[in-house]
């Protein structure tokens, strides 16, 4: 059982930046693939990055590359991601989900566990 908690959400101008954090319980964390996903009113959930198990490998929607970035850090068993050049289309609840294996899947359906997100609001 893994139970992943984000923080680091908030209300912040376009152009500004944020980095959330998503920190796991358990002693597997180095175990598993990373996912940040994010659901604005009205619309269905996306991916927007993830990271491999060791940390070596990325993946980014393409709506966020470039100006979002994700890192872990396995010895603090968290995620973090680092949301820079912040738009108002980036407005949504950001959610962290973790799934056992090396390569972080895009479809939300393939994680194991989520948080509970956390808000994010750009204002323009």
């Known amino acids: 059982q893994v139970q992943l908690v984000e923080s680091g959400g908030g209300l912040v101008q376009a152009g500004g930046s944020l980095r959330l954090s998503c920190a796991a319980s358990?002693?597997?964390?180095?175990?598993?693939?990373m996912g940040w996903f994010r659901q604005a009113p009205g619309k269905e959930r996306e991916f927007v990055g993830g990271i491999s198990t060791s940390g070596s490998s990325t993946y980014y929607a393409d709506s966020v590359k470039g100006r979002f970035t994700i890192s872990r850090d396995n010895a603090k068993n968290t995620v973090y991601l680092q949301l820079n050049s912040l738009k108002p289309e980036d407005t949504a609840v950001y959610y962290c989900?973790?799934?056992?294996?090396?390569?972080?899947?895009?479809?939300?359906?393939?994680?194991?566990?989520w948080g509970q997100g956390t808000q994010v609001t750009v204002s323009s």
């Open positions: 989900a973790a799934r056992w294996g090396s390569y972080p899947p895009y479809s939300d359906t393939l994680y194991d566990y």
């Open positions: 358990g002693r597997t964390f180095s175990s598993y693939a």
